[in-house]
């Protein structure tokens, strides 16, 4: 598991709902990290299209994030 820049951070992309089991259908999920390509994003939820937006910088802290691997 990838160590996060801040502790909301790790709290926003770690974050589980009880009522929607794919994150991009809650809407209280808002970071989403994705380990393979060491990316961080904005999520788009699903009933608007769904997807990643990816981010520079930590929303909370602004710290600047690493750059996307491919």
């Known amino acids: ?14 974050y589980a709902c009880d009522i ?5 259908d809650c809407p209280d999920c808002l970071v989403d990290y994705s380990e393979n390509h060491n990316r961080y994003g904005l999520i788009v ?3 608007a299209g769904g997807g990643v937006i990816s981010i520079a910088y930590c ?6 994030l690493p750059e996307q691997s491919d």
């Open 1 to 14: 598991m990838a160590e996060h820049c801040c502790e909301m951070m790790r709290y926003h992309v770690e």
């Open 20 to 24: 929607h089991p794919d994150r991009f």
């Open 45 to 47: 939820l699903n009933e």
């Open 59 to 64: 929303p909370w802290c602004g710290t600047k």
